[in-house]
């Protein structure tokens, strides 16, 4: 275990459920209490859904693992309660520096515009994930988390789940409506249904080392092609808070895990690479190979699969742990919208529809930065060499340098939830994409407004043009009583209630640019602040319709999403 | 979507064959082939539309591929 860090003991309580004659109640448990489980734990006890979180350890991960957490995975960890927290403790970085031998080819900004509450990716170790959304689920009613409780086993039926849970103090079983399994790469939930778990295995391995040292680096991000301190292998420099850093080597395929792992060997290739003087102390140390698989479906009736137990990635890019809290994100209000009835099961179609693709993506790109670092073949390592020669001269080539493709929020584009456009929109946010931020001119961020629930963002060049009429229609406007929460986007100057609909003072125009809203329109947003729909003009009956489709009623849709959901 | 032209174009055709087989003079066949991979990556992108280049792997790869059946 890292010395950087003072580990938390969760201690193992004894549950009034343990005593039960018949095997307790709980409409959703969730297994595993990593970041992912965690997050989909609190996003449904604040939804008012009591949840049992089951975690076989009584502490937070072992090592920094997951450090590096983006944009749209901070935005949700804002909707959650925990996101200044994470940015506060975190190490802010937009910029990364690219490395051929020892000459710097290439830097990017990952954040080149201003006007967004959260940067491009912040450094954290995930203990410190861990620990912030432990104690953000302390403070939720109707959610209660059991440390030192082990599923050993799961049967579904229709009707719900069953769960056999392991404790120090013997066996019990629980029943569920909907089980969520978020216990990682080797999920036993996977197991326990035999479900195969299929992938592509990379054969070269790394070394990841996280050194405690102060020195005056900047906070970015750095990776080499074939440094001279590293023997023609790559390697990757982040800085993590209370001066930890994470440096990367790829090693050889046949490089024997024990000794590469030893302080006999990393010392010295850690000195190669920051100087002979300069004194740090090893932290933690990890040899590892990589895959890239998912499971082909992420719901197996009513368990769902979330996170590095539905789908893993090579880490270059930070596509597994982001992916894995935006699968929480995307399932949440799902299931608590079903739960409370207020939309019919087929919603919970949508969830494979948009995470199956988004897993895809991301092991699309993550196995073709795999393949551009470590080339499997002679033609492979010449081309890549060629565009590294070529990046150091020409622009045109650093587009294709790929020392990892990192993180952007997946847009749902062919998801059955959204409305498409019905009015021309060249730019702005198309329907399935997440919401774009913008700053506020009283303070505070767009964002911030949409909140967990449905939410509309009515631009209005001239806010006169808002009729009584249309906004009360709106403010009444709910499908299954889940209302939308709209909000008058108006520019400067033109400030003031309008028919009690609260305004948000566009500041510097920015909201109108990014939402591509000059000639007015209107954004449904779902309850992970995806778009569901937009319109050039305000009419009632479409953002009525677009509501029901959000929710899963479109009569259209309803036959071949109850086909799915039971398939 | 620009596709890729097979019209006979070219202006001057035996000094670019001239110009190919000299760019290689003196290389070993590593160097050759880096050297290919270099005016392959440089052409692609003053073509600009990746499905040119595409097409033309393609056919390229076509061609060498029904020598293959002819042996």
Redesign the interface.
Known sequence: MPKSYRYPVYPYRRSADQDASSPAHHPVIVVGAGPVGLSMAVDLGLRGIATLLLDEDDTVSDGSRGICFAKRTLEIFDRLGVGDRIVEKGVTWNKGKVYSGDRLIYAFDLLPESGHKRPAFVNIQQYYIEDYLIERAGEIDGLDVRWKNRVIGVEPDADGVTVTVETPEGDYTLKCDYLIAADGAKSGVRDFLGLPFEGRSFEEQFLITDIVMSADFPAERRFWFNPAFHDGQSALLHRQPDDVWRIDLQLDADADREAEGSPERTIPRLKAILGEDQPFEVDWTSVYRFRCARLEHFREGRVFFVGDAAHIVSPFGARGGNAGIQDADNLAWKIAAVLERKAPEALLASYEAERIPAADENIRYSARSTDFMTPKSR?NR??R???L??AER?A??RR?VNSGRLSTPSVYSDSPLNSPDAEDFLSGIPPGAAAADAPLKHGGWLIDHLGGGFAGLWFASDPGEIDAARASALERLAAGGLPIRVFVVAPEGAEGAVHDLPVLVDRGGLAFERYDASGGAFYLFRPDQHVAARFRRLEIEPVNGALARALGRDKSRSDTDARTAHG | MAELSSDDRLDRPDDLYAALTDAHEGLSEEESTALDARVILLLANHIGAAGVTIEALRQARESVLAHREDG
């Open positions: 033609v010449i081309f060499d060629a565009v020669d070529l020409f045109f080539a294709m």
